[in-house]
């Protein structure tokens, strides 16, 4: 489970942490950040829409290959070849179109992964594995550092190596994973209605019958996009706020997301197992989230590669708490657990719309403070992640 999901991650976030802010120095000169917003955006859109479509879809694929593996073998698949056009392109228009169809399909792979996690690991072990979890999609952000390091003047090799690792995993993992065939749709199909009924309940649990979820979900909202207002647009504050070069700016990433890696397997690990121990999850979410926006406010004052490098191990440390117990508090407060993919899919909105949000009004703030000055747009991140701690505080249901 693991390897899967390093394996998508390594896909997933050296486009969207390192090759896009390459490849759009290409096709679109002079006009870096507006394009490098659009193609996130467009990206974005793809994964709100499709990670609950494709969850409740896995949850009633009735075929005899169970509900989860053929959704995670041909989501990897179409993204894999997505990630071959847009190596080719030097067309901003296709290069949007492809990571649209990419997205979409690392969503399919990922609705389905996720609701394994609720299907195979038991109460009592979520922490440990949550914070497995996360470990390792960080590592594959560190990885995806280093790949664009090493392939930022080869673009085949940028996005397919890491498209080869992805199909590789999730094969493994498909072949392993234990999931037995569903001989009928759930109950919960007849209540829908059908039509349009179902579609929009795809994209709907109700606050009002499920505030705890709710909650969950807006903390998660806010702190996400207080972690991509700075991701998206790392590799270019380095290049505009330290006047480094792409091949330097890559080489210096590469070394900050290593010690914000380390730093988060340690306090993912930690947090993890504590709060299985303790039977917490809250305080854990606010400690973290108040943790991270500590560290992107030191990235306003960072004047050195070295205070750079020391923010990013804070931002680690908070980053790596949240995501030992995030995984874990959002399972213990589902909803229904016949639509477990369902249920995470409209939770990993919370996932894919600051994604869609954070490149555009990532822009704007850049543009309002000066193309030169990333102030404005750290500030705000600290902000939203202050408020995605305070969100969590009302939450009921776990501990």
Request: aromatic share 8%; charged share 10%.
């Given at each position: 489970?693991?390897?899967?999901?390093?394996?998508?991650?390594?896909?997933?976030?050296?486009?969207?942490?390192?090759?896009?802010?390459?490849?759009?120095?290409?096709?679109?000169?002079?006009?870096?950040?507006?394009?490098?917003g659009?193609?996130?955006?467009?990206?974005?859109?793809?994964?709100?829409?499709?990670?609950?479509?494709f969850g409740?879809?896995?949850?009633?694929?009735?075929?005899?290959?169970?509900?989860?593996?053929?959704?995670?073998?041909?989501?990897?698949?179409?993204?894999?070849?997505?990630?071959?056009?847009?190596?080719?392109?030097?067309?901003?228009a296709?290069?949007?179109?492809?990571?649209?169809?990419?997205?979409a399909?690392?969503?399919?792979?990922?609705?389905a992964?996720?609701?394994?996690?609720?299907?195979?690991?038991?109460?009592?072990?979520?922490?440990?594995?949550?914070?497995?979890?996360?470990?390792?999609?960080?590592?594959?952000?560190?990885?995806?550092?280093?790949?664009?390091?090493?392939?930022?003047?080869?673009?085949?090799?940028?996005?397919?190596?890491?498209?080869?690792?992805?199909?590789?995993?999730?094969?493994?993992?498909a072949?392993?994973?234990?999931?037995?065939?569903?001989?009928?749709?759930?109950?919960?199909?007849a209540?829908?209605?059908?039509?349009?009924?179902?579609?929009?309940?795809?994209?709907?649990?109700s606050?009002?019958?499920?505030p705890?979820?709710?909650?969950?979900?807006?903390?998660?909202?806010?702190?996400?996009?207080?972690?991509?207002?700075f991701?998206?647009?790392?590799?270019?504050?380095?290049?505009?706020?330290f006047?480094?070069?792409?091949?330097?700016?890559?080489a210096?990433?590469?070394?900050?997301?290593?010690?914000?890696?380390?730093?988060?397997?340690?306090?993912?690990?930690?947090?993890?197992?504590?709060?299985?121990?303790?039977?917490?999850?809250?305080?854990?979410?606010?400690?973290?989230?108040?943790?991270?926006?500590?560290?992107?406010?030191?990235?306003?004052?960072?004047?050195?590669?070295?205070?750079?490098?020391l923010?990013?191990?804070?931002c680690?440390?908070?980053y790596?708490?949240?995501m030992?117990?995030?995984?874990?508090l959002?399972?213990?407060?589902?909803?229904?657990?016949?639509?477990?993919?369902?249920?995470?899919?409209?939770?990993?909105?919370?996932?894919?719309?600051?994604q869609s949000?954070?490149?555009?009004?990532?822009?704007?703030?850049?543009?309002?403070?000066?193309?030169?000055?990333?102030?404005?747009?750290?500030?705000?991140?600290?902000?939203?992640?202050?408020?995605?701690?305070?969100?969590?505080?009302?939450?009921?249901?776990?501990?």
């Amino acid at each position: 489970m693991a390897l899967a999901q390093l394996g998508l991650f390594l896909a997933l976030a050296t486009p969207m942490f390192v090759g896009f802010a390459i490849k759009v120095q290409d096709v679109a000169p002079g006009h870096e950040v507006a394009a490098l917003g659009l193609v996130s955006t467009a990206g974005a859109i793809a994964a709100f829409v499709a990670n609950p479509v494709f969850g409740r879809i896995s949850d009633r694929t009735t075929g005899r290959f169970g509900r989860r593996r053929p959704w995670l073998m041909a989501g990897v698949s179409g993204l894999a070849l997505s990630l071959l056009v847009i190596a080719l392109t030097n067309s901003l228009a296709v290069l949007v179109a492809a990571w649209f169809v990419g997205q979409a399909s690392a969503n399919a792979a990922l609705a389905a992964h996720v609701a394994t996690v609720a299907e195979q690991v038991p109460t009592f072990q979520r922490g440990r594995v949550a914070g497995l979890l996360g470990v390792v999609q960080n590592v594959a952000i560190m990885g995806a550092a280093y790949v664009g390091r090493f392939f930022n003047d080869h673009p085949l090799a940028l996005f397919m190596v890491p498209a080869v690792v992805a199909l590789a995993l999730m094969l493994l993992f498909a072949v392993v994973l234990p999931d037995r065939p569903l001989p009928r749709r759930p109950v919960s199909d007849a209540e829908g209605g059908g039509g349009l009924r179902t579609l929009l309940q795809t994209f709907w649990v109700s606050p009002r019958q499920h505030p705890d979820f709710a909650l969950v979900w807006a903390s998660r909202f806010l702190i996400v996009l207080g972690s991509y207002l700075f991701t998206t647009f790392r590799l270019l504050y380095l290049q505009d706020q330290f006047g480094m070069s792409v091949t330097r700016a890559t080489a210096v990433m590469a070394t900050g997301v290593l010690v914000y890696t380390i730093a988060l397997m340690v306090s993912a690990q930690i947090a993890g197992l504590l709060s299985d121990r303790l039977k917490r999850r809250k305080v854990f979410v606010f400690t973290a989230a108040m943790v991270f926006g500590i560290g992107l406010l030191l990235l306003v004052e960072a004047d050195s590669v070295g205070m750079f490098y020391l923010a990013e191990v804070v931002c680690g440390l908070g980053y790596g708490i949240y995501m030992g117990v995030d995984l874990a508090l959002v399972i213990d407060v589902l909803p229904r657990p016949d639509d477990a993919a369902k249920d995470l899919g409209v939770f990993n909105i919370a996932n894919a719309a600051p994604q869609s949000v954070a490149p555009a009004l990532g822009a704007a703030l850049i543009g309002l403070s000066g193309s030169d000055s990333y102030t404005l747009l750290l500030t705000t991140a600290a902000v939203a992640c202050a408020l995605g701690a305070l969100a969590i505080i009302p939450v009921k249901k776990a501990g």
